[in-house]
């Protein structure tokens, strides 16, 4: 179930993306100066560190980490 | 003058990390030199990264496209990055990172060959890796010597701009190999996260402020355009998130995702990367756009003027006319001339320096196609059984003396516009190369014959999309679209047709 909402979330988070609602506006002027459509992606970046944040707290591939020892290619720890 | 000083202090501590790097690595072997011997910690695997994927493009493209393409620049590069580049480090990434700590490798041909049981499939799929990544390295040579040229007043010409870049970038490779790379890559990194936010405060001061310049450009319709996205299509925007999928196929970068000590420290990094991405991003596109309203300027208003006379150019116009005019309106020094105008002497230096650091990004290329050669071909056929390690990490070093000649004199010779293009069509072969790693990490019926179809069409697209304009430019999309979904179709369907691999090597994968 988890892991379906993640991909959900995902999915919308790139579907986000295609902010056609803002595509011919300028204003409000986010802080007086920053257009609405800049300012959209800029919490689009944020948004999108918050979603890494949750898949690095709930989706991480712990096995892969069990399963490299921790040597170089020569044996050398 | 002061400013050029100031940039070759920088060039200096830059010589300086390099070789620091190379008196702490010193006769640790082929790991060491090529992969940092997988030990790069935290901070530095972090800022290195991105410093890796960030090249001259970044500060100077980035608010030239801007000027002249507005806002839509933002989400069209850095947005879909944000989103796309971490997924693919995160999914893609974290289990390179285990096969190569596991089964020792140190380039994803290495991977391909032993996970679907080939040989010269591998050594194919090289030729098109490096084939598309030489043009970066070219470019690089070129944002040098254009860079110290501007930096310095003209005084320092375009040849010998080039020729310190490349020396330097050249040497701290040489001598410091991946750790050298990594630590300077991560002081240019902090140096150019700087940059945006110190320009953006210095010049919005010098402007009178930025509400004011974006009232100007909204009040007059031949400029409130760039502040939305109307002039754009929204299947071309789409088409701009697949482009993203080049990051983890380029060499440079699936190599660097080997060198982490541990898993965990791929967290920060996708955590962060988005927020470097805004931070150094969200200035240069906004300092781009900003840059419309500045009439008073000779060098912005002669740019207007020709952006102007381009567009009541009629259909008929000779390409020597319109390619003048392109190049008179293109906007790739704005940056630059508002620094001139706006920033005392000291402070542009400073934050010529930070430009620098952007365009000296093609030293993981040249590491990266070092790395290749010398696992990839002189491993693979002999050389190190033969002739030891140690020839190896210095044919290494040869190589990347070789290289870095080949493109400083082709950097002389050739224009510019050639490889821009190139870079252009480079980015879309790396993102139709993206299903061989997908296939490779996640798809147990996937085989060597799919990953040579896949091959063999990226090397034709790529030729077929330079030479025919507006070739696979399908309903309005990007060719990385229909190269991309092509490619992913021909793993399928040719995997599914052909023998796989023996289970035992598909049981060590997935």
């Known amino acids: ?77 | 003058m002061i400013p050029a000083l100031i940039v070759f202090g920088y060039l200096g501590v830059v010589l300086y990390i390099g070789i620091f790097a190379f008196r702490r690595a010193r006769d640790r072997g082929a790991e060491e030199y090529f992969l940092a011997g997988r030990s790069l910690g935290p901070a530095v695997f972090l800022l290195s990264l991105f410093g890796t994927n960030m090249t001259a493009f970044t500060i100077l493209g980035s608010a030239g496209h801007a000027f002249a393409n507005g806002i839509v620049t933002f989400s069209l590069m850095a947005s879909s990055s944000a989103l796309v580049i971490p997924l693919t480090l995160f999914f893609i990434g974290t289990r390179m990172w285990a096969l190569g700590k596991r089964h020792g490798f140190m380039t994803p041909v290495q991977m391909f060959r032993d996970r679907w049981e080939c040989g010269h499939i591998g050594t194919a799929i090289f030729a098109v890796q490096a084939a598309l990544l030489v043009p970066y390295i070219i470019i690089g040579v070129m944002g040098g010597g254009t860079a110290l040229r501007g930096i310095s007043g003209g005084v320092i010409p375009f040849w010998l701009g080039g020729a310190i870049v490349a020396t330097v970038v050249m040497s701290y490779v040489f001598f410091g190999g991946m750790r050298g790379t990594a630590f300077v890559n991560t002081f240019q990194t902090v140096l150019f996260l700087s940059f945006g936010a110190i320009a953006l405060v210095v010049i919005g001061r010098g402007m009178g402020g930025f509400p004011a310049a974006m009232e100007s450009l909204l009040a007059s319709p031949a400029t409130a355009a760039l502040l939305t996205r109307e002039r754009i299509s929204p299947w071309y925007y789409f088409s701009y998130t697949f482009i993203p999928l080049s990051t983890i196929a380029f060499p440079h970068i699936a190599i660097f995702c080997l060198t982490a000590k541990r898993m965990v420290q791929f967290k920060r990094t996708v955590i962060f990367y988005p927020i470097c991405l805004l931070a150094i991003w969200l200035p240069c596109v906004f300092l781009g756009v900003a840059a419309n309203s500045l009439r008073g300027l000779p060098a912005i208003e002669e740019k207007l003027e020709a952006r102007a006379a381009l567009a009541a150019l009629p259909p008929d116009a000779s390409a020597v006319d319109r390619g003048a005019l392109r190049r008179q309106a293109a906007g790739d020094d704005v940056v630059l001339v508002m620094l001139d105008t706006f920033a005392p002497l000291w402070l542009a230096g400073i934050l010529g320096a930070g430009i620098m650091a952007a365009v000296m990004a093609s030293d993981s290329q040249i590491l990266a196609l070092s790395t290749m050669f010398t696992e990839d071909v002189f491993t693979f056929y002999g050389g190190t059984a033969r002739f030891g390690e140690n020839v190896q990490v210095q044919t290494g070093r040869i190589f990347v003396v070789l290289l870095t000649i080949v493109a400083y004199v082709i950097a002389l010779r050739a224009p510019q516009g050639i490889f821009d293009l190139a870079v252009q069509y480079a980015f879309s072969g790396y993102a139709a190369l993206s299903p061989l790693l997908v296939a490779a990490l996640f798809w147990k019926r996937s085989t060597k014959w799919g990953a040579l179809a896949v091959t063999l069409w990226v090397a034709f697209a790529v030729i077929y999309t330079s030479q025919v304009p507006g070739a696979l430019a399908w309903y309005g999309l990007l060719p990385v679209v229909p190269m991309t979904l092509i490619s992913a179709a021909l793993m399928v369907v040719v995997s599914w047709v052909t023998p796989p691999p023996s289970a035992a090597t598909v049981g060590r994968y997935i």
């Open chain 1, 1 to 77: 179930m988890n892991r379906l909402l993640l991909v959900i979330v995902v999915v919308a988070l790139y579907l986000l993306h295609q902010d056609f609602w803002l595509w011919r506006e300028a204003r409000p002027l986010m802080f007086g100066f920053l257009p609405v459509g800049l300012a959209y992606h800029a919490g689009y970046c944020l948004a999108v560190a918050l979603l890494m944040w949750t898949l690095t707290r709930v989706a991480w591939p712990v096995h892969l980490e069990g399963a490299a020892p921790d040597t170089t290619r020569d044996g050398r720890r």
